[in-house]
Nanobody, 118 residues
């Protein structure tokens, strides 16, 4: 069982910055990949960024150059540094982790609200 605890969401003005954190806890064999997804009202959940335990990253085109994902493997914690935030970044951001067992299992956080508005 994996529990993902998120923090760092909130209200920020356009052009501002936020840093999200997500820590995995509980009993698990191995966390191979962690990442962030987001969902705005009336829209599908979409990938924002992912990072493997080896440090390989993947970003959505809409956030490249503005967001940076990083990971502390010892703490099983993933971060998302968000700069130059835009109103269209407003969404619920969900933390994701992949657990390596007999089959890969996806775990999800509860979501944290990010609102970009004047």
């Amino acid at each position: 069982q994996v529990q993902l605890v998120e923090s760092g969401g909130g209200l920020v003005q356009p052009g501002g910055s936020l840093k999200l954190s997500c820590a995995a806890s509980g009993r698990f064999a191995r966390i191979t990949s962690m990442g962030w997804y987001r969902q705005a009202p009336g829209k599908e959940r979409e990938l924002v960024a992912t990072i493997t335990d080896g440090g390989s990253t993947n970003y959505a085109d809409s956030v490249k150059g503005r967001f940076t994902i990083s990971r502390d493997n010892a703490k099983n914690t993933v971060y998302l540094q968000m700069n130059s935030l835009k109103p269209e970044d407003t969404a619920v951001y969900y933390c994701n982790a992949e657990e390596e067992r007999l089959a890969v299992i996806d775990w999800w956080g509860q979501g944290t609200q990010v609102t970009v508005s004047s």
